[in-house]
């Protein structure tokens, strides 16, 4: 098996502790993303981390919004999270479109009232956002749950839960 790209080799990981890293590349990746959809996301910062080995084992992806903690030690205000083992198999157009789904989370809202941002996640459509699937179907979503099953040997019924 290959060496995660974005592994730490000199952290011993157990099976209970998760690691932890920024990622450069899903931060250029992302970049990319808002750029070719003109994605507006205000003043919002996210921060991009990979979860190694993974969130969990039908948890692809997520983003959250950043606690008041984790905004003042960050500077973030949403996190995109993606469990490593998988972004370390995905093709770079994968990579996107996943990153893509975790955007459409990101909703920041000024209130005119306050005269301030309220930074709030946006839910899914139904399983995805429309302006994905209208433009792009489902075959990445569909790519992302078989490597998902392939690399924790998961059942059909399994791979069928694997969300984002």
Not at 116 to 127: E, N
Not at 130 to 138: H, P, R, S, V
Request: proline content about 4%.
């Amino acid at each position: 098996m290959a060496v995660p790209q974005n592994f730490n080799p000199n952290k011993e990981v157990t099976l209970t502790e998760k690691q932890l890293n920024e990622s450069e590349e899903m931060e250029t990746l992302a970049r990319e993303v808002i750029e070719q959809y003109n994605m507006e996301l205000g003043p919002a910062q996210v921060g991009y981390i990979l979860v190694y080995p993974n969130i969990s084992k039908q948890r692809a992806a997520r983003c959250v919004k950043a606690s008041h903690e984790v905004k003042h030690y960050s500077g973030n205000d949403y996190l995109i999270e993606v469990s490593g083992d998988l972004w370390d198999m995905l093709d770079k157009e994968t990579k996107k479109m996943l990153l893509y789904h975790e955007l459409l989370y990101i909703d920041p809202v000024f209130k005119a009232k306050s005269q301030a941002w309220k930074m709030t996640l946006r839910q899914p459509d139904f399983a995805d956002f429309y302006e994905i699937n209208d433009k792009f179907g489902n075959n990445w979503y569909k790519t992302i749950q078989a490597t998902v099953s392939s690399l924790y040997d998961l059942d059909p019924k399994q791979e069928s839960k694997v969300k984002m």
